[in-house]
């Protein structure tokens, strides 16, 4: 496990951003309700875009490269910050 935790997943930033309409962080986004959730998730998403490329928002990080074991090393990384609850 101590591996995992150490482990720094590092994906390609979006040097062109592509169309607000394709990408997957900015649909999510505009298909919640309310204002407030939207800010909230984009800081997630906005957090989690930074340990995944190191200095990107959620628009510019390449979610498609997203595979399972960056998505387990974020939640090991998360879980050392947050509540298990909130890292779920």
């Given amino acids: 496990m101590d591996a995992l935790v150490s482990y720094q997943p590092k994906i390609s930033v979006i040097e062109q951003p592509e169309s607000i309409d394709y ?9 919640l309700n309310s204002s407030a959730g939207r800010r909230t998730q984009r800081q997630v998403l906005d957090t989690i875009a930074c340990i995944l490329t190191g200095n ?19 939640r090991a990384k998360l879980a050392d910050g947050y509540a298990p609850a909130t890292v779920n």
């Fill in 56 to 74: 990107a928002d959620c628009v510019s990080c390449n979610w498609a490269l997203v595979r399972f074991h960056h998505v387990s090393a974020i």
């Fill in 23 to 31: 990408n997957p962080a900015a649909v999510y986004l505009a298909g």
